[in-house]
């Protein structure tokens, strides 16, 4: 697959490691501290999994989000994403041009469009949560299926 145009470089980033004979102090009871260190490490296996294809995690929730939601406008899906209408502007923008979404006049609303993944954008969509859901699992593997189930509802309801 041909890789898809992106301004954004992965940042040089390594994992967050546990040294034995490092006191840590009050650092082993955050959780904060805890997230970010897991969170590094699945960043990095985000990025194995998309490898190549010029996709940023924004990207994929983006396209995911579209796929799952066709005829979702920018203004929700800049809410969902969490950033300003201008990003999710910038966002559906990119999407377009990469030949992946398109924006189509909404029937409830004649002001405004709503963006549906293309052909194209729907296989790269469906090939990408493949690789991202394997890899996720595989690097979560060691928690086992009834603790992953278990930390990711934690996670939903610390984040609110």
């Known amino acids: 697959m041909k890789k898809l145009p992106s301004p954004h470089r992965p940042r040089s980033i390594a994992p967050i490691p546990y040294v034995e004979g490092v006191d840590y102090d009050v650092m082993d009871e955050l959780v904060g501290y805890s997230l970010r260190r897991a969170q590094v490490a699945m960043y990095l296996a985000f990025h194995e999994a998309t490898r190549g294809l010029?996709?940023?995690?924004?990207?994929f929730t983006a396209l995911v989000l579209v796929g799952a939601n066709p005829g979702i406008t920018q203004s929700l899906l800049g809410e969902a994403l969490g950033m300003?209408?201008?990003?999710?502007k910038t966002l559906a923008d990119w999407m377009e041009t990469a030949g992946l979404a398109e924006r189509r006049a909404r029937v409830d609303d004649g002001r405004a469009w709503g963006l549906h993944l293309?052909?194209?954008?729907?296989?790269?969509?469906?090939?990408?949560?493949k690789r991202v859901l394997a890899e996720d699992r595989r690097r979560s593997a060691r928690l086992g299926a009834a603790d992953r189930?278990?930390?990711l509802a934690l996670l939903r309801k610390l984040a609110g």
Not at 54 to 59: D, N, S, Y
Not at 84 to 88: C, K, V
Not at 118 to 129: F, I
Request: no cysteine.
């Open 54 to 59: 010029g996709i940023t995690p924004p990207r």
């Open 84 to 88: 300003a209408r201008s990003n999710a």
């Open 118 to 129: 293309t052909p194209r954008g729907a296989r790269l969509v469906e090939r990408m949560k």
């Open 149 to 151: 189930a278990k930390l």
